[in-house]
């Protein structure tokens, strides 16, 4: 048996590589850079900042999750009334074994909002922070990106997650936090989906 194995840094996602294997039987062997596949959080194992599970209703800073059997499944902020509601959720997951050591991680949330009061749009953001875990520490990652300006139609917002020291099997914890202002009427922040590229 002939192991082949190449390692490189500088080969981007989708990259074809041929190697010459004409001295062996079949001739040319055709492989293809691995691309990370995008890997969903579920929004029902989203928890508190306190990390306990969320309930049916949002209240007191914390998402609560929405779902219509065959409808619906959302997380959701709190319902301004003239005001401004600020809601978070965290999520603790491990990197996959496929993980590339040090590579940086895209996190996206598609988000949007509903309700028929007058948004203050400029106020209407979600912003991620991120850090890992190890043995009951955490300790704060760099995500570029910032704080984004969420749509009322609903879009993908993208952040970055610096990987340095990043190494598959490592624990993190996301943190999403969710600002809903509105001038008027009640309005309401929503969460459809939460994924990472990894």
Known sequence: ??????????????????????????GVLQLSAFTPPYRHLP?????????????ASAAGGAMGVSRTAG??????????????????????FVLADT?????????IANASIAGGGTITPASCTLAMAAYS????????LTV??????????GADITWSLAGTGLT????????????ITSASGANTGQINSMKYQA
């Not at 993980?99 to 996190?107: D, E, H, K, S």
């Not at 875990?133 to 704060?140: C, D, I, K, Q, S």
């Open 133 to 140: 875990e190890v043995n009951g520490v955490e300790t704060a």
């Open 99 to 107: 993980y590339n050591a040090g590579a940086a991680i895209p996190l």
């Open 71 to 92: 409808t619906s499944l959302q997380l959701i902020g709190e319902t301004t009334s003239g005001n401004a509601k600020t809601d978070k959720v965290m999520w603790e």
């Open 168 to 179: 598959p099997g490592a624990r993190l914890v996301l943190e999403l936090t969710m600002l």
């Open 1 to 26: 048996m002939t192991a082949l194995m190449l390692q490189s840094d500088n080969i981007a996602a989708g990259t074809t590589i041929n190697v010459d294997t004409s001295a062996l039987i079949g």
């Open 43 to 55: 929004l029902t194992n989203g928890k508190t900042d306190a990390g306990v599970g969320l309930t």
């Open 144 to 153: 570029n990106g910032g704080t984004q300006q969420i749509t009322a139609g």
